[in-house]
């Protein structure tokens, strides 16, 4: 039979594994806030969107060099870059007159876009499978309908509605949408916009997804301490 402390070893070995691996995942996580000219501010750290609450970069300001170092959802510096690929000078838009003063995070995140944003690249990532969420929205009488490509060893089709409507907020489907995208060693993740919409774009969210195998640990680490429990209450 084998000991409780062997057991309770195991376990301590697997959880803290755990943490190392969620831990990375958080730092090759990234909120994007795209286009600064309402209000100049990203959103909060606890505004999580249609994805993950966290650090907001925010790529927007006409003094912003077309690489910019990203800051993980914890607000750490990273080795990760932001390149925006533009087809005019560095204009921006603004919706403000949709929000009518408002100065929330949501209002933040789609009050503003940079003019002909035709591509958004980061470079650095570690290699995995990564959820991607864009941000287009418009409103009932201005809608930016358009498909967004993320692409990396896969590319995925991620088509949106482009309407904004402030009694309904945030629509998966209609304001923002998600696809999860594989990333090899170049570390390369394109997101390309839709010239039919004017390459629309309010901001992206990308979350690194644990591997099968990590999910597949969790529940082995689930199970070994309810098994090392009941043995202990019998």
């Known amino acids: 039979m084998i000991s409780h402390h062997i057991i309770r070893g195991c376990i301590t070995i ?3 594994l755990l ?30 969107a249609g994805g993950q609450a966290g650090y907001w970069n925010l ?10 170092a990203l800051r993980d ?10 390149i925006s690929v533009r087809s005019t000078a560095d204009l921006q838009g603004d919706l ?8 929330d995070s949501e209002a933040r995140l789609l009050g503003d876009y940079l003019v002909f944003l035709r591509e958004l690249q980061f470079l650095g990532l570690d290699p995995g499978h990564y959820r991607v969420t864009v941000y287009a929205a ?8 358009g498909t967004v490509e993320a692409r990396g060893v896969t590319t995925e089709a991620i088509t949106l509605a482009g309407v904004y409507r402030t009694s309904t907020g945030l629509v998966d489907g209609s304001t923002h949408a998600s ?30 997804v644990p591997e099968p195998g990590m999910l597949g640990l969790v529940v082995v ?14």
């Open 14 to 16: 697997a959880v803290i």
């Open 19 to 48: 943490v190392l691996v969620f831990k990375d995942a958080a730092a090759q996580s990234f909120n994007v806030d795209v286009g600064g000219a309402y209000l100049g501010e990203a959103p909060d750290e606890t505004f999580a």
């Open 59 to 68: 790529l927007g300001s006409s003094d912003d060099p077309s690489e910019t």
């Open 73 to 82: 959802l914890t607000g750490q510096l990273t080795a990760v870059t932001a």
């Open 96 to 103: 403000g007159r949709l929000f009518r003063g408002r100065a």
């Open 138 to 145: 418009g409103h009932a009488g201005e809608p930016y309908p």
């Open 179 to 208: 696809a999860i995208v594989a990333v090899d060693d170049s570390g390369l993740l394109r997101i390309l916009t839709d010239r039919a919409n004017d390459h629309f774009l309010n901001g992206v969210q990308i979350e690194l």
């Open 221 to 234: 680490v689930g199970a070994s301490f309810l098994c090392w429990r009941g043995r202990r209450v019998f």
